[in-house]
């Protein structure tokens, strides 16, 4: 749960007709004698993890945590005897974000720590250095953690050079792997056909839009766009009207024009060409996965490039839009009202509620990334009539890895799945879904809305912004990104070369798009064009 | 005979060395080097895989070098006695600066030299020239280098300014204490708070209060960073009202120390307010405002901050900066052979840039006979 979208819950915390309510259902419980069935023991842990703290009740804390901590135990009482962990020691590195990741995770931990005997030792890093450190560590050799929080698309870097243990099969199943949701089932998390990743968290980018746009009589057209084609219409047709709800002129779509973002800004790219160029037929949408030529200059990402240009050769876009990063156009543009269209990751939907800077929080409805009319199949090098929609898993959040550090170790490596596991185990995730924890909901079972209804949350609210959410999670074309050693390195320059194309620099969005081929061709040389093969048909599950 | 002898004005006590603490000295020093030069090679085959001595990191080399210094610092001591202690003054520093400076530097150009990706599974591959040549062919980085030709010009209009100021607090002027202090409060500011006060919130397009002052006034299309030109501008501009107090406090302390005299005997030669200043004030000037503008140059060379938290050297690479540009190649894109190869062959352009600049300003600043 992010931290924005517990705030706005909490704000609307329980009030006295829902108090009277309470009382007058447990009265009339009362009066009819009646007990309550008893929940089995799952089920009551489920129920009463998700009353600490209570929803409204502040922010959670260290003692909160650690009781969830204790709640959760059982999976690992099950496997492990109390003490058998005795004079192990663990390192666990990992994020110090907003204060929650690794903080949370010291909670968490601390009963188990009572429990088995173990003792973990802490690095904490915040999100700027956690590349840096990552990278260094694996290049010089100095791996000096036995756990490790990370990101998925690192797992070319780890697991591609052996450096992550295998995920016994016990841990699996003390995980209830089966839960998660559909993309973030394998291949992702595997390597070679083996499982490393145990997942705590879930990304993808969904499509925002102002609901005062769209509609009968609505400035930007009878019904939201839904696909790429449409938004662009859209986006043209709107020039020159007025913003229904700020009285400015009214705009778009909103690209991040600057897509300068250490590489994160590329995914605001993807999710236009991942409908024109992710063909259901094959996971590849980036690269060829025999030769890793790059697609990126292949006519369906052209055409998104395309899609871009027109906008700016319109004028379509607010003022000084090529300094726009994705941070300006969400949280200074789209929830300030300015635009009606937006891909985002979930805080964009918490924000628009929550945020004391949104105007647009009753005037915001939430979809899967929009589709396209016809999609490039790069196996016939030609263009099919065919909508298609493919949203993008923009990162795919993060996970809790073991290093091979302990494989030598029989004791410790048990001792330190068994902490991975208990992070990552279906209760406890279920809280860290419904409270600030910095990590989304990633489960099918995280999407039984009654269970956020009986906690107390807006159930409309909940639907609206978390359906978006699983419904591209389970779309059966979502576009996954590779793991592959350096990806970000590749967006990175990608950011760059699309910049030069949007300011003039480059004659036509083909060729940006080559000038995006050639530098992924140098990165991809640079790395070993072999290994970067091999490794992304691994990521691939080919 | 003593390698003191005369030098005795300064010798404390006489010192009567026997060649056996001498050849103890020697054996102190070459016996340590010795240890430093066997377990850095016993280290280097280990890490070469030639051979298996089970090290795991390169601390043993690093004792090694610790206690070679401390045996040719205790050798001197042994071999020369009050000579010896004299050297201690300096030696250490010496090694220090050996150990921190001269040999990261060299093992920097070994980097400088090789292909090292940190995602490539190979690790650091020694790639001649090629570096270079990519450098060579590099866009980026030319346009880097191109536009901090643009910044360096900046600093000359930012030097008048600044000379300006320098006058106008050098007069006796109301409040002139307080002008001083609150002139120099931008050069307090941290460039990245800067970036984000100003750059990101007070020219920000949509609620800047600068913005929406240009479009109260009835300017339609205010946009500070859309346009290359006006967007390197605007680098300068936050550059340089951060810095320009710098030069101001530098010329104005030069300002104060020019005797009065000197002006006044050109008033009384006859000599004007803009004659006085042009014939006396700015010769005697000159050395304190080459002086300022060379440090000024060496803050430019390195400017990044401002770049990288608003522009991210956009639009289209109008602001970037060399120093911003290896910022994205190393963090962004692991490249660290590349990227060391661009500092490494900035940091001697910046030499070679200084020096010359040197040799002419001496020329420059050498009174007129």
């Known amino acids: 749960m992010k931290t924005e979208l517990y705030n706005m819950v909490a704000r609307s915390r329980v009030n006295r007709r829902r108090l009277l309510q309470g009382a007058a259902s447990a009265g009339a419980l009362a009066a009819m004698g009646a007990r309550p069935a008893m929940a089995e023991a799952h089920g009551s842990v489920r129920a009463e993890i998700l009353k600490i703290p209570g929803v409204g009740m502040g922010s959670p804390t260290d003692a909160d945590w650690q009781k969830v901590g204790e709640l959760c135990l059982g999976p690992t009482k099950e496997r492990v005897a109390e003490g058998e962990f005795a004079g192990v020691e663990l390192t666990f590195m990992g994020l110090n974000n907003q204060n929650l990741h690794n903080f949370l995770f010291r909670g968490f931990l601390k009963p188990w720590e009572a429990y088995t005997g173990a003792t973990i030792n802490w690095i904490d890093l915040a999100q700027a250095d956690y590349n840096a450190r990552l990278q260094q560590s694996i290049a010089t050799g100095t791996v000096d953690f036995d756990i490790i929080e990370m990101g998925a698309p690192f797992e070319g870097d780890t697991a591609g050079r052996g450096l992550l243990d295998e995920m016994p099969e016990w841990v699996k199943e003390q995980i209830e792997a089966d839960d998660l949701v559909g993309y973030l089932q394998p291949p992702v998390g595997t390597w070679d056909g083996k499982t490393y990743r145990i997942t705590i968290d879930g990304d993808c980018h969904t499509f925002a839009y102002r609901t005062d746009y769209f509609g009968e009589g609505a400035i930007g057209g009878p019904k939201v766009p839904s696909t790429w084609q449409e938004v662009n219409a859209a986006s043209l047709a709107l020039k020159g009207q007025t913003d229904p709800l700020t009285g400015l002129d009214a705009h778009g779509f909103l690209d991040p024009l600057k897509y300068q973002w250490g590489g994160f800004g590329f995914y605001f790219l993807a999710d236009r060409a991942s409908s024109y160029v992710k063909h259901p037929d094959s996971p590849a949408w980036l690269f060829e996965p025999e030769t890793m030529k790059p697609m990126v200059n292949n006519p369906g990402w052209v055409q998104a490039i395309q899609d871009v240009f027109d906008l700016v050769a319109a004028d379509a876009y607010p003022a000084d839009q090529v300094n726009a990063d994705p941070n300006t156009t969400a949280f200074s543009q789209f929830l300030a009202g300015t635009g009606s269209m937006l891909t985002w990751w979930g805080d964009v939907g918490s924000n628009a509620r929550t945020s004391d800077s949104s105007v647009v929080g009753d005037v915001v409805g939430f979809g899967i990334n929009p589709g396209s009319e016809r999609r490039f199949n790069a196996a016939t090098a030609s263009w099919e009539d065919e909508m298609n929609e493919a949203p993008v898993m923009s990162y795919i959040g993060w996970g809790i890895y073991v290093t091979s550090r302990v494989s030598g170790d029989d004791l410790k490596r048990k001792a330190a799945w068994s902490a991975a596991a208990h992070l990552g185990g279906k209760d406890l995730s279920l809280w860290t879904s419904a409270y600030p924890s910095g990590f989304q909901p990633y489960r099918n079972s995280h999407f039984q809305y009654e269970e956020w209804e009986e906690a107390g949350y807006d159930r409309a609210f909940v639907e609206d912004y978390l359906g978006s959410n699983v419904d591209s999670y389970n779309h059966p074309n979502a576009a996954i990104e590779p793991r592959i050693p350096g990806i970000f390195q590749y967006y990175s320059i990608a950011e760059d070369e699309l910049v030069k194309g949007i300011n003039g620099q480059y004659g036509s969005a083909q060729e940006t798009a080559d000038a995006i081929a050639a530098a992924w061709e140098d990165i991809t040389d640079q790395i070993g064009r072999e290994s970067q093969i091999a490794l992304y048909k691994a990521s691939l599950g080919m | 005979m003593s390698t003191s002898e005369g030098d005795l004005l300064h010798v404390v006590t006489a010192d009567d060395i026997s060649d056996g603490r001498r050849k103890l000295g020697t054996t102190v020093i070459w016996g340590s080097f010795a240890i430093l030069v066997i377990v850095a090679a016993l280290q280097w085959a280990d ?323």
Do not use: H
């Not at chain 2, 540009?325 to 070679?352: K, P, Q």
């Open chain 2, 47 to 369: 890490a070469n895989g030639r051979a298996d001595f089970g090290f795991t990191s390169w601390r043993p080399t690093l004792y090694a070098f610790c206690l070679w210094s401390v045996g040719l610092c205790w050798g001197q001591v042994l071999r020369f006695g009050e000579y010896g202690k004299r050297t201690l003054f300096v030696l250490p520093a010496a090694l220090f600066v050996g150990a921190m400076v001269v040999f990261p530097l060299i093992f920097g150009v070994g980097i400088a030299l090789s292909d090292w990706n940190l995602s490539s599974p190979d690790g650091r591959q020694f790639n001649g020239t090629d570096n270079i040549v990519e450098m060579w062919n590099d866009p980026f980085y030319w346009n880097a280098l191109k536009n901090m030709v643009w910044y360096v010009l900046a600093i000359l209009p930012e030097y008048a300014i600044a000379f300006g100021l320098a006058v106008l607090l050098n007069a006796q002027i109301r409040a002139r204490k307080f002008f001083r202090v609150a002139f120099l409060l931008p050069l307090m500011l941290s460039p990245v708070a800067v970036s984000w006060m100003i750059g990101k919130s007070m020219l920000e397009v949509r609620f800047g209060p600068i913005a929406r002052f240009f479009r109260s006034l009835g300017v339609e299309d205010v946009a500070f960073f859309s346009s290359p030109e006006m967007a390197r501008f605007m680098i300068m501009a936050m550059d340089a009202w951060t810095f320009i107090p710098f030069m101001m406090i530098m010329i104005l302390a030069g300002l104060q120390a020019i005797p009065k005299e000197l002006n006044e005997a050109a008033r009384v030669d006859g000599a004007g307010p803009w004659r006085g200043f042009w014939e006396v004030t700015f010769p005697l000037m000159l050395p304190v405002s080459i002086t300022a503008i060379l440090i000024r140059i060496i803050f430019k060379l390195k400017l990044a901050d401002i770049v990288i938290n608003v522009t991210s050297g956009g639009p289209g690479g109008a602001t970037d900066t060399v120093t911003s540009f290896i910022f994205r190649e190393y963090r962004d894109r692991s490249n660290v052979g590349y990227g060391t190869l661009l500092a490494m062959v900035y940091l001697v352009i910046i030499v070679i840039f200084m020096t010359i600049l040197m040799k002419v300003s001496e020329r420059w600043t050498r009174p007129r006979t």
